[in-house]
């Protein structure tokens, strides 16, 4: 299989690829156009700030082409906010895959740490993603912003409040927590999306 992982000015791309070896797959981290079109799957992650890395993505022409993308692509992390319509993080206009807006975490009691950081389970989830999934199994978060529960919601945590833990729109999968950072639980997360037909 050809996989492909979004090389960009974002941190975490290194994790992601160690998770893929660690199901066998050599994937090629690249911002080559062509490359990136030909591939069977396509990777979107990150680690990094908002309005920066859209910017940097203007700039290479990879905007318009990870909207164009017509193969399965997973998002992770920052990659899920970018496919948002706006981020209030540096105030940044996105990819618009999703008619969604990504919000920073507002602390309503002292115990609430932004950024929420660690182990939560998952419920409601509906996407190809989580196929053999338990509600009881935890994945790893680190985040600072979230993205509402919404029509593309294909998985909440609640954490401050309910949010979209992952989102699914046609060929577009997308995961706020790091599958990569989740051990077993994360790389079945990793293998079912490498399994999605397209």
């Given amino acids: 299989m050809n996989v492909a992982i979004i090389k960009y000015n974002a941190g975490n791309i290194r994790s992601v690829d160690y998770a893929l070896k660690r199901l066998g797959v ?23 700030e908002a309005a920066t890395t859209m910017n940097h993505l203007r700039k290479e022409g990879l905007d318009v082409l990870i909207k164009s993308l017509k193969q399965p692509v997973l998002g992770i992390c920052l990659g899920m906010q970018l496919m948002c319509r706006h981020s209030e993080e540096g105030d940044a206009d996105a990819l618009a895959i999703f008619d969604v807006d990504v919000k920073r975490f507002v602390p ?12 939560n389970t ?3 989830t509906n996407s190809q993603l989580f196929k ?30 309910p949010f979209s833990a992952a989102l699914h729109k046609d060929n577009f999968y997308a995961t706020q927590f790091h599958p990569e950072k989740s051990g077993s639980v994360g790389e079945r997360i990793l293998q079912n999306f490498l399994n999605i037909q397209p």
């Fill in 26 to 48: 050599e994937a090629v981290i690249t911002a080559d156009k062509s490359v990136l079109r030909k591939a069977d799957k396509v990777i979107f992650p990150g680690v990094g």
């Fill in 122 to 124: 998952l419920r409601q």
């Fill in 132 to 161: 053999g999934f338990d509600q009881d199994e935890f994945v790893y978060f680190v985040h600072s912003f979230y993205v509402p529960l919404c029509s593309w919601t294909a998985a909440e945590t609640d954490y401050i409040q």
């Fill in 108 to 119: 309503t009691k002292h115990e609430d740490k932004v950024p929420h950081m660690g182990w």
